[in-house]
Every structure is written in C-alpha cells, then in structure tokens.
C-alpha cells in the first residue's frame, strides 16, 4: 500500500540553525501539506500546497518557514533559523482530492528538536 | 473566529461498553467532517468523513453523526477493545474549497480490560 514517508526520524538542531525536512508524498497525489504538533497539543495546520505553489498558509508559516518541491517526488519544509519553540513533530501528508474521501495520508513525522 | 472543541479531558471506557466522543464546532458552515485516530508518537491516520447532508456514517465498529443545526457531531466505537486505545481527532476544512484543514485537540480514549 502506497505510503507517505519523511526523513529524517529525529532532527536536533542548535537554535539559530537551518533545517530541511524532507517528506515523499504518495505519487499521484495533488495537495500536499506540512503539520507541526507540539508535544501535549494539537495538529496544528502550517501550510499546503498545490500544483507548485503554496495554496493556503497558517499565522505560524512566516518568513522563517518555505516549502519547495524540487523534483517531482521530494517536498520539503525548511526552517530558516530555529528557535527553541520551533520545537515539536513535523507531519507531512497528502490528499489525492480526485476521489471522494479528500482522505489525508500522513507520514510518520520528523520530531524537531531545538537547542 | 472559527473554533473546533473536542473533549480535552481523558476518556476511559470498560472494554465492551460503547464509547462516544464528541467534537463541536462554531463559526463554521463545513461541507464534511472527519475523524482520525492519532496513536503516540504517530501521525493521524483517516477513519471516517460525514458529508453535511448524512446524518450517519458506519464503518466496521465506528459509528459517526453529524448534527448541522447542533454544530456537533458523535463518534462512536461499539465494543471497544484496548487496542482501540489512542486519541481521536475530528478535522473541518477551514474554508469549502481551500482543502486546508483545522484539527481539534483530540480526545485520548483509554479502553480498561
């Protein structure tokens, strides 16, 4: 069964640093979204994007967040300069939207840690 | 502004006994809304959507309802098992159309053998 898949597992990072996480979406899916949970709280919705460009983003998306699909498999989330509240899992998941159920697949997240 | 709530607090449940978890929402008018069970250290994983014009979804176990005059709707596992353990998570699509979805907190179930 197709799979959404994200790299790395774990990320710590010294604040102030930049970080790329990586996510592979199912193939033929068409929106594609990044998800930040901090530990406790709940899935909080950072940003989607459709047909090569960012089609919706949240309050917390600012400047030091930008999303890029590279190649046609890839799609990643950088965070310019982290600070320690950028703490948290990072999910990634996809939609298809062709069919019936809009169903988000998500990935198994990367949990970012921030020093 | 627009609100999801979800019972925040812990529910346990006697294996066996029907659970039911609830999710309002305010200031919305949602096309659809889902559910997803979400385990530690997990991502979300899709278990139903409810279309505004059905009053009852069912698959296997789980029973949903949505309710658009109340603004509400009801999930339900029939004879729940501890494996059934996790936190459920109800979802809307912030704006029809924009595919962007906001999440409610999540209410951790906790099925007691």
């Known amino acids: 069964e197709p799979e959404v898949t994200q790299t790395p597992s774990h990320q710590v990072t010294q604040m102030g640093q930049e970080v790329i996480l990586r996510c592979v979406p199912i193939?033929?899916?068409?929106?594609f979204y990044w998800y930040r949970q901090i530990l406790g709280q709940k899935v909080e919705f950072l940003v989607s994007?459709?047909?090569?460009?960012?089609?919706?983003k949240s309050e917390i998306f600012d400047d030091q967040f930008s999303v890029e699909r590279p190649d046609g498999s890839n799609f990643t989330l950088k965070i310019r300069s982290t600070k320690l509240e950028d703490s948290a899992m990072y999910f990634c998941?996809?939609?298809?939207?062709?069919?019936?159920?809009?169903?988000?697949?998500f990935g198994p997240g990367t949990r970012l840690t921030v020093l | 502004s627009q609100k999801i709530e979800q019972n925040s607090e812990a529910l346990n449940i006697q294996e066996g006994k029907t659970a039911t978890l609830t999710c309002n929402y305010t200031?919305?008018?949602?096309?659809?809304l889902q559910w997803y069970r979400q385990d530690p250290g997990r991502g979300p994983v899709f278990l139903l959507l409810?279309?505004?014009?059905?009053k009852e979804k069912r698959k296997e176990r789980l029973k949903v309802t949505f309710d658009t005059t109340l603004k509400q709707s009801l999930f339900h596992i029939t004879a729940p098992q501890p494996a059934d353990s996790a936190t459920y998570l109800c979802a809307l699509e912030g704006t029809s159309g924009t595919y962007k979805y906001i999440f409610g907190t999540g209410t951790r179930l906790k099925v007691l053998a």
């Open positions: 193939s033929n899916h068409l929106y």
């Open positions: 409810i279309r505004e014009n059905e």
């Open positions: 994007f459709y047909n090569n460009e960012i089609s919706e």
């Open positions: 998941a996809s939609i298809s939207v062709l069919g019936t159920y809009n169903e988000q697949f």
């Open positions: 200031n919305y008018s949602p096309a659809y």
